[in-house]
């Protein structure tokens, strides 16, 4: 059946409610000048949630908090998809000459794993050029451990992506070789992407507005590269500033950026190390280089009715980096400083919450200095112990997360929390089996760890037994019903009760 637009036209103060609440809960901003095309855009939108008025529609949807299932239809209706197979070529090509002989070169003496994040991966053609372009440029793939993780807030678009069957549109400006060597022609003349090519990438519904980010708990931390190309161009400059913030945490010291043209134009991105690169322009995280321009974004003003979209130099200056008084003084010195300093509670307190500090804002490698120096006053410094599991793993250095995690077990070994943080690492390491059994302890421990219960059902759906993850996911709701929807769950990152329910929900 094909929808008929209502004819009821939405009066303008109603659609102003209508467009603060979708950029509040999903990121998206509408001026007024893109007024006409929202309200083109609700009014198919209400039709599927069974309103002949629109007006109507938008008082239901404004009466309650959205449910799962309301952000999924809102985004399906409101997001612009539009996408391409090796979409800007030279982006492609500069990773291939530039970022990726180096990054395979470093990880081939460390470690072989690489860690990708495609961000608003619309129906896949992003991360399955990334994933084409790996396996054309690794010959021992099957020796690494690849994880390419592509997040959408449109299910339909993940729907199809999981499919992985496109038709010629996908490829328009693609270049041949990756529709010929990486695609099977199907019966209905679209194009089925090879197994092994599918296989190497993860989609997973991630809200960029209000999900958590960096977390283990969604495979967000310690990445590599985030690709987030025309994405946030739809946001509202806030929450650009909110993402990048974040988008810094979740990658490792050296890791990659990169945005589309117009989005690299932001002051927003100068906490980054901008790399001209012949053809194309990326974003570097450089701890060395971030100590000022942390502190200048926090004082940049913002206009609060801007995007990227209608870029205004006015609003958006490019301010001159401030040159501090007087001159910064070496780590070496302020650790050695810190280390002098009588170890009372107190300090070892302070330090604990500098160093929480320092973690929010990725400074990981400044994160351990500290609480190593705590330890070595505080043997028994569980708290410290936890947050340098973190902070290593945060920056790819899963061992030593793993020692982290184990010490804190030996002098807190009944604790179900200790037990979950160590299967996560295992679960990054790519070690499933030992995942299992830290996840069955923590169970043990404490029967209604509801992440414990969650986090099974995932590997376990991972390894292809539905039926066995539905048991965990189902035990994971039941738990759940005992919280109440605002309760924030242990360990999550900030997850609420009621959110976990919706994500469950998507995966049964
Ligand atoms: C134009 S597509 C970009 C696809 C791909 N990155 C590319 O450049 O070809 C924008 C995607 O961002 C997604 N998106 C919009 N808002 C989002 C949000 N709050 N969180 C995550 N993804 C979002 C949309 O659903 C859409 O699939």
Redesign the pocket.
């Known amino acids: 059946m094909i929808a008929k637009k209502s004819e009821n036209i939405i009066p303008d103060p109603v659609l102003a409610k209508l467009s603060k609440y979708i950029s509040e809960n999903?990121?998206?901003y509408f001026p007024k000048k893109r007024w006409d095309d929202l309200r083109d855009k609700f009014q198919l939108a209400s039709i599927e949630f069974g309103f002949s008025n629109a007006e109507s529609c938008i008082n239901w949807l404004l009466s309650a908090p959205l449910t799962q299932e309301q952000i999924e239809t809102l985004?399906s209706y409101l997001?612009?998809?539009?996408?391409?197979f090796y979409?800007d070529q030279n982006i492609y090509n500069e990773l291939e000459r530039h970022v990726l002989p180096e990054l395979i070169n470093s990880r081939c003496k460390i470690g072989k794993y690489i860690r990708i994040w495609?961000?608003?991966?619309?129906s896949g053609?992003?991360p399955y050029s990334i994933a084409i372009l790996l396996h054309k440029m690794i010959t021992d793939l099957k020796d690494w451990n690849i994880s390419i993780l592509a997040?959408?807030?449109?299910p339909r678009?993940l729907k199809k992506a999981k499919e992985g069957i496109y038709n010629k549109w996908s490829f328009r400006g693609t270049p041949k070789w990756v529709k010929d060597g990486y695609f099977s022609r199907t019966r209905e003349n679209s194009y089925k992407i090879k197994p092994y090519i599918k296989k190497m990438v993860t989609f997973s519904y991630?809200?960029?507005?209000n999900d958590p980010y960096p977390s283990l708990l969604n495979n967000t931390s310690a990445i590599d590269i985030i690709?987030c190309?025309?994405?946030i161009m739809?946001f509202r400059p806030q929450l650009v500033i909110k993402i990048i913030k974040r988008f810094y945490r979740s990658l490792l010291d050296g890791g990659w950026l990169i945005v589309?043209g117009s989005e690299g134009s932001s002051v927003h991105m100068s906490r980054f190390v901008m790399v001209n690169l012949p053809d194309a322009i990326f974003f570097r995280k450089d701890l060395s280089k971030s100590g000022v321009v942390e502190e200048f974004l926090e004082k940049t003003p913002v206009s609060t009715h801007q995007t990227l979209f209608d870029y205004d130099p006015e609003a958006f200056p490019v301010v001159p980096l401030p040159v501090p008084e007087s001159p910064p003084q070496p780590r070496e010195v302020i650790i050695k400083s810190r280390r002098e300093q009588p170890k009372t509670e107190e300090v070892q307190q302070k330090a604990c919450e500098e160093a929480m500090v320092l973690y929010e804002q990725g400074n990981y490698p400044e994160v351990e200095n500290i609480l190593i120096d705590c330890l070595l006053h505080d043997k028994k410094n569980h708290k410290a112990m936890t947050l340098l599991a973190k902070a290593c793993s945060n920056q790819g250095k899963f061992s030593k997360a793993v020692e982290w995690c184990e010490k804190e077990i030996a002098i807190n070994k009944f604790n179900p929390g200790c037990h979950y943080r160590l299967a996560l690492i295992f679960q990054e390491q790519g070690k499933m089996e030992e995942a299992i059994s830290s996840l069955n302890r923590s169970i043990y421990l404490d029967p209604n760890y509801v992440l414990a219960h969650y986090t099974l059902g995932n590997l376990i759906l991972r390894k292809g037994n539905i039926k066995k993850a539905e048991k965990y996911f189902d035990n994971s709701l039941s738990i759940l019903n005992t919280y109440k929807e605002e309760d924030i769950i242990p360990e999550s990152d900030g997850v609420s009760a009621g959110r976990l329910i919706e994500i469950i929900k998507t995966k049964i």
């Open positions: 999903l990121g998206l985004s997001t612009i998809g539009e996408t391409n979409r495609s961000a608003g991966c619309s053609e992003e997040t959408d807030i449109n678009a991630h809200n960029l507005a690709f190309r025309n994405v739809y589309s």
